[in-house]
Structure formats: C-alpha cells, structure tokens
C-alpha cells in the first residue's frame, strides 16, 4: 500500500512495551514529532508482566561489589553460547548500550539496588540487575518520561500494515483503517507468542511439548511485527530463537525456578541436567532429549518437606505467580492421577514409561552421591542433592512447554535498522524488542537479556529513526 497524503510524523512507534517506550522516548528526545501506537488498552506490555532482570556487565552495582567486569567479556560470552545465530554488530551494541541503560533508568527512578545483583545461573558472575518493583516498575517510569515529553499516544489501536513508497521505502502505517503518514516507522510489537501459526512456523523446538504449549506473555503479541516486517520485504530469522520454560502438566502457572529437590531423568531413566541448573538450562537439557521431556522423580518424605526458592515466594508476593511444587498442590495432582504414584521403582517405570533398569541404576547412583554428599555427575548443590529413601515414589512429567520470550521476527543490523535479505536496510524501518530476529540467539543468554536488548535497542531505533526523519524534512 502506497502513503499518498502529507507526512503527519517524523516517527511513528509501533506498540508501547518496553522496546516503544524507549523508543519513543528517545525519538522525542532526538526532535522528532513522534505517534507512539498501541493495540492494548494501557501501555506495558509483556514488559510490565516481567521480572525486570536487566542484564549488564561493567555497571556501577557490579563497582560497588567489587566484580570486575566489561561489556566485552559480555559480548563474548553471548557470541559463545550462540555462535552466529545471533549478529555480531547487534550484540556488541547491545552488551554496549547495557550499562548506559541501567544508568539511564536509575536516573528516571528505577531503582536496581546492590543487594539484588544475582548470578543468572552458577558459571556466570553476577550480571543480572533486579529492580524494585519488577518490570512494572520499569513500565511505570517509563510510561512518566513520556508523559513530560510530546509523544501523541494512542492505545486501542492495532496497527495492521506498513505504508510503502513506490521505491519500497517506509513511510507511514495503517491503523482503524486510515493511512497515518510517517518518514520513519519503529516495529516494536513484541513477539510471536500468542499466534500458534508463527509459532508453529518459527519455533518448531515448540512442537515436541505437543498440546501442553502455552503462551506467558502480552495478549496482544501476535506476531504483527513479524507479519508487517515481512510484507514490507524484510528478511525473516530467528526460527527456534526464545525462551521454553519446563512446566508440569498440572499448574498453569509460572513457577520457573525449582524444583532442585527431586532426582530429574529423561524416558531412558537418566539424569540429564544438574536439577538446580537455571530454568533455561533445564529446558535446553529437556529439549535436547529425542521426545523432549522428562520426569521429576521423589518420594513422600522429599515432597513433605518440598519448600518453595525464596524468589519464588518474593514473586508470590507480588501475585505475579501461584505455588505448583509444594505439598498441598502435590497431594492434590496425584489423587488426581497427574503425578503418578507406585510402591516400587519397577512400579514407577511401568506406570511412567521410563525405562526400569536406567531408572534403577540412576537412583542408586543419585543417593550414592547424595550420602557422598556430592555430585560428581551434574555438580547439583549439596544443599539440594538429597537421596530418595522408602517408598511411594513420585513421578511428574515435565515438558518445556511455556513460550515466554519469542526471537522471530525481522532482522536487523547494529542500528536497529531492519534489513532485507540481500542485507540492505530498508528505508524508513527500524525494529526492537522481540520484533527482531535473531537478536537473542538460538540459546538464551540468561536472566535479563531479553529487557536488556529490547531497552537498549529500543533506544537506538529511537534515535536513528529521529535522525533518518529529520534528515529527510
Ligand atoms: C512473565 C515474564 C517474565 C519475564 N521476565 C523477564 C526478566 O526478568 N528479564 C528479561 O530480560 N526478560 C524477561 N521477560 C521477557 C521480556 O519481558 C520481554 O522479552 C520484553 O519485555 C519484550 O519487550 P518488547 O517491547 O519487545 O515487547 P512488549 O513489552 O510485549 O511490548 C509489545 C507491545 O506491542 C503491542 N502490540 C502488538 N501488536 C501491535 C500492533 N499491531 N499495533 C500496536 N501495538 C501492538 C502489544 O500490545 C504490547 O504492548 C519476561 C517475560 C515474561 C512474560
């Protein structure tokens, strides 16, 4: 579709979660005339449901504790964990702009106290920064700055396409189905997680979970930016790029850290993974399984004194999640048949699937290390590694099979520019957020990545699109 009528905007941001909002903002800050436009009823999206782990290397709160960091030893550790599946230009730029970024919160109220600064799992020093008041927070000052500044902010409307000049340039959107003229247009509408035909497309390590697969994110995140960024002639990447947490089948809810306190085998009987590992290398370790899932296995004892992780119950508090792994839940899902019982092992593999004889050798193995006291298999925490005695047994399924974070979308270069498959940018189109593809890898980098990116490179589309549109006046 061809924009014919006279350019209303230098910049129009397409949806208001945390990539937008800073664009926005940066946009405005950089003397732009900017819409910002959002399918939601009130700003935030996924963005204000999160955590708010910020992840960043060379920060003033690592200073304070003494570690030693920079953002290039960050650039090398996510270009070693996912090789070239995510763009080397763009990592740089956002393990750069990182560090600014927490700054830059800070002074607009977002405070991400010394004591909350955690390793995002046992290999990494602490990086990942949790601010008071979780991603809501971050929301809320951000939704503040922009109020002081002259954005036009619309909610209640969905852009559904992209204006295009005839030489294939950007240059407005439509929306409420009337053309809304712009020199240059931000995608910032989040990713892919609430459209099951993306999905099924773009994340096909999704399929193993089967009917289990549900999606934690913003309701409104429907692959728009994907489906825009395509027609206007973008390259597509990102396939099986994104965040999978493990679940059982008995809780829709999202209780991603735990439980460390059972024994985890896949269907041959065999532990796979460290149970304490952080939830993506708990998911990895699933998905890496021919059928993709695996069992928590426990006895009676272990599951009477199952106790949620601290954070967990932090986020309880803040009515962000309800309890699965605890007593009264459990109780609950095996009268209900969802976690198995049985008087033996024997019994507990016929029931389960799980191949006997591994299942048998693995549990004489794990209570071997466990009165050794530790785990020379996995390097599980002595804390947690606790052997299973009397019968009943338990089993529980677990799939990962919550979509969370979606990195499938358009490509773009260290500019925020989206490109085209030949690797020429598209004029007039910038992206962030998980808009993009490939900006997080095909393996999660950790805690905090996610914002870190869409922050960061929501700042930079800001900026560039002010400075492409101002640039053409
Ligand atoms: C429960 C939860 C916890 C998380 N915790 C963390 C964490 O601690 N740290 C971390 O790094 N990551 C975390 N993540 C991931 C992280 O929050 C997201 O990846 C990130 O916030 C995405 O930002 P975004 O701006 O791209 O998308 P969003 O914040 O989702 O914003 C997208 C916006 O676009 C709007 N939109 C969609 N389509 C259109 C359209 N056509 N027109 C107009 N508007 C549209 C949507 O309504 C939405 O408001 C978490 C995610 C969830 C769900």
Known sequence: MEAKQATDYDVIVIGAGGAGLCAAIAAADAGARVALLEAGKRVGGSTALAGGFVLAAGTAQQRALGIEDTPEAMVQYVLERNGTTSPEDVVRRVCNEAPRLLEWLGEIGVEFPVSRLVSP???????AHEPDGFGARIVERLDYELSKRNVDLACNSRVEELLRAADGSVCGVRVGGESIAARAVVLSCGGIGGNPELLHRMLPKSHGAGDWVWHVGH?????DGLRM???????????????????????????VIGPDWVMLVNTKGERIVREDAAYWELSEALEAQDDRRGFCIFDRELMLAAEPDPRVLEALAAGTISLSWIPRVLEEQIAKGRVLQAGSIAELAALTGVDAGGLERSLQRYNALARAGEDTDFGKATRSLKALGAPPYYAAEVRPAIVIVTGAGAAVD???????????????????GESTGDV???????????????????RVAGREAADFALAQR
């Open 229 to 255: 960024a395509e027609a206007a002639g973008a390259k597509i990447c990102g396939e099986d790029s994104g965040l999978l947490l493990a679940t059982p089948n008995f809780h829709r809810d999202l209780e």
């Open 121 to 127: 799992n046992q290999r990494m020093i602490p990086r």
């Open 440 to 458: 997080y890898g095909r393996y999660y980098v950790g805690s905090g990545y996610a914002i870190a990116s869409a922050l960061s490179l929501g």
């Open 219 to 223: 309701e409104h995140n429907k692959g």
């Open 414 to 432: 260290g500019h925020a520019r989206v490109v085209k498959p030949s690797g020429d940018a598209i004029p007039g189109l910038y992206a962030a």
